[in-house]
């Protein structure tokens, strides 16, 4: 779930720092820049793990701070894929069960990847897995909250970097109150999960 990736950086440490160890300074820029962040390609960014080298530092004209390129080492979520989880549903929608692991929450198991048959119930907005006993279907619910333990299947990466403006928008101008319309923001690192398979989904229907 959690692993230790090789980077390279260059920090900018202010002169009002300079009176502090020059690693402590690193240290505290890179987790400024990087804790809690999503990096392209890599995962989500935890906490530096260790510094592994420093170069020479230098200080630019008309800039007072000095440049250091350092090689370091960070924690990173990324789960394999095959990996199984065990996190809580945040909420349902007909896209499927969205789940939570408390510091990641960019997590989906889609319709088809479900017990099967399962079914969304409307009225109460969650998914129900319709289960065949010899003595008929039960309606197993999965509420929010409840526990679930998922497979990781695929992974999506999206850069969510700032762009020009579109063509669209730079054409005409948007009508009033509608320049967010028909935008969703999206999440950098999405994981998707399954649960199509013995031993997986709420931990209730397997402890019971």
């Known amino acids: 779930m959690f692993v230790v990736v090789e980077m390279v950086d260059t920090v900018r440490i202010p002169p009002w720092q300079f ?15 990087l804790a809690n962040k999503v990096v392209y390609s890599v995962g989500l960014c935890i906490c530096l793990y260790d510094i592994t080298k420093l170069e020479d530092s230098y200080i630019f004209p008309g800039d007072g701070a000095s440049h ?9 979520f990324h789960p394999f894929l095959d990996e199984i989880l065990v996190g809580k549903i945040k909420y349902c929608s007909q896209e499927g069960v969205h789940v939570s692991l408390g510091f990641f929450d960019d997590i989906i198991i889609p319709p088809e990847s479900l017990q099967q048959p399962a079914k969304f119930d409307e009225a109460e907005q969650v998914w129900v897995w319709e289960y065949e006993t ?12 409840e526990e679930i333990r998922f497979r990781v299947v ?6 969510t970097s700032p762009t020009g403006p579109s063509a669209a928008t730079t054409d005409s101008a ?35």
């Open 68 to 76: 250091t390129k350092v090689h370091f080492r960070y924690v990173v």
């Open 174 to 208: 948007a009508a009033p109150g509608t320049e967010d319309s028909g935008q969703k923001k999206e999440a950098p690192y999405t994981l998707i999960g399954s649960i199509s398979e013995p031993g997986l989904g709420l931990l209730s229907w397997w402890n019971s």
């Open 154 to 159: 695929d992974e999506l990466f999206v850069d």
């Open 134 to 145: 010899d003595e008929g279907a039960h309606d197993l619910y999965m509420d929010q909250g």
């Open 19 to 33: 009176q502090r160890q020059l690693n402590d300074a690193i240290a505290e820029e890179l987790n400024k820049k």
